[in-house]
């Protein structure tokens, strides 16, 4: 694959709306971003294109955690990153393997749960259950929530089971942004060595479009930080969520046409 003029703008295009969303919200690069490719582009170079501009990303948004918050994260959420990693090496093996249709359903049914789980309107049956058993806080229940977390981001850039998690701890603002960055950026390490080893850039050009990708992220980002304050929470909320449920919603229909067709 040797990207055109046309692709450059799609794949910076949907990596800057991707950091920009994250910038004010705290998370929804890997979703917005990943979506918004694969209702263009193959679904799988849409996953991986995104890898490093979503590492990229999470580098600079981890240090919205100083030093001792960030070590303090690190000792509670050790077991979720170290499991979540090796979760996502077995779904980025599963991704080498699923075909194309199949692919796009599921990441348009991705796209749509998570926007059925984290929007703020109303509450899903069965959320304070769900809340009830991320809320205890063991080594081992962490190490089993974030190797699911992992098979499931590892093969979908989908990370809504982590955003959902930790938001059941209700940690402040800035830790949670910062908490979400670090569990990305542990995680995102692994992927681009998996991605190598599962043969996922089939070309250097890809693995040259996703590392040049993570330029236009980052714009997208501190751009988005500046206007977390000056964007009200719901105006925010309401652009993002109806942004992906029109999204998933297309890559549902696009994929689904695929497989009848």
């Not at 705290?26 to 917005?32: D, H, K, L, T």
């Not at 194309?100 to 348009?108: D, E, Q, R, S």
């Not at 998690?165 to 060595?193: N, Q």
């Not at 751009?223 to 009200?232: E, F, K, Q, T, Y």
Request: glycine share 12%.
């Amino acid at each position: 694959m040797v990207p055109d003029g046309s692709t450059l703008l799609v794949v910076f295009g949907a990596v800057f709306a991707g950091g920009l969303v994250t910038g004010v919200t705290g998370f929804g690069y890997a979703i917005v971003a990943t979506a918004t490719l694969a209702s263009l582009l193959d679904p799988r170079t849409a996953i991986v294109v995104v890898i490093v501009p979503i590492l990229a990303a999470n580098v600079s948004l981890v240090f919205e955690l100083d030093r001792a918050g960030f070590t303090a994260c690190a000792r509670r959420f050790w077991a979720y990153v170290a499991a979540g990693a090796v979760g996502t090496v077995l779904g980025m093996a599963a991704l080498a393997q699923v075909q194309t249709a199949p692919l796009t359903v599921a990441l348009g049914v991705f796209t749509l749960g998570y926007v059925a789980a984290t929007q703020p309107w109303f509450a899903l049956p069965g959320t304070s259950r769900v809340d009830e058993f991320c809320v205890v806080e063991t080594h081992a229940r962490k190490g089993l929530l974030g190797f699911l977390s992992g098979i499931v981001f590892g093969a979908s850039n989908v990370g809504v089971q982590v955003v959902a998690y930790l938001r059941t701890l209700s940690l402040d603002r800035s830790t949670f942004v910062g908490v979400v960055a670090m569990v990305f950026l542990g995680i995102g390490i692994v992927r681009v060595g998996a991605a190598w080893v599962f043969g996922l850039y089939a070309s250097p050009a890809v693995l040259a479009l996703s590392v040049a990708a993570a330029l236009p992220g980052l714009v997208g980002v501190a751009l988005g930080r500046r206007l977390r304050s000056a964007v009200p929470r719901r105006v925010q909320e309401l652009v993002v969520y109806l942004l992906l449920a029109v999204i998933g919603g297309t890559l549902v229909w696009n994929g689904g046409t695929a497989l009848v067709g």
